[in-house]
């Protein structure tokens, strides 16, 4: 595996885990896959816009969500690559990560958005289990996979400098 590989693998898994959380959530609402892509759509363009798109802003609003996701791998194997906890300890650090991702996400980037408030209030039973997807199937997908690609790179380079 490659760097762009377990940042491929961690991004759109643990992406795919977080969508489809939200996707299941919001269908207990009545909220279909594409109503969910709009509501992610609605960062960048409003509201409003975002609704009106219909399911071309939808599908452009999975497809910001996985970016996103990659965004969050890369910069999670940037930092393992000159941090060794990150790989060391990865099933400490990843759910850390984790939450740091929902913090970040819900009190920097929603606000400075075209929402323009902070997703992460609402109820508790939705909130706790929020937290808990980015940090456990998130936060910990993209540190394992970055830590499998770092170790095994690591054991390559120590091999062929050992002949």
């Known amino acids: 595996m490659s760097a762009s590989k377990a940042i491929l693998a961690g ?35 409003g509201r409003d816009a975002a609704l009106a798109g219909g399911v071309p802003v939808g599908l452009l609003g999975l497809a910001l969500h996985f970016v996103m996701a990659l965004i969050m791998a890369a910069v999670y194997y940037a930092a393992a690559t000159r941090i060794p906890l990150l790989v060391k300890r990865a099933a400490w650090c990843g759910p850390i990560y984790g939450l740091g991702i929902y913090l970040t996400m819900n009190y920097i980037v929603m606000p400075l958005s075209a929402i323009g408030r902070h997703g992460g209030s609402g109820p508790l039973y939705l909130v706790i289990p929020e937290i808990l997807v980015h940090m456990f199937l998130v936060g910990l997908t993209i540190a394992l996979f970055a830590r499998r690609e770092l170790l095994y790179s690591r054991r390559n380079v120590a091999t062929s400098t050992s002949r």
Not at 18 to 29: E, K, M
Not at 32 to 41: D, H, L
């Open 11 to 45: 991004g759109l898994i643990g992406g795919a885990c977080d969508i489809t959380f939200a996707c299941i959530v919001w269908a207990t609402r009545g909220a279909t896959p594409i109503r969910v892509g709009q509501s992610v759509a609605s960062g960048l363009l």
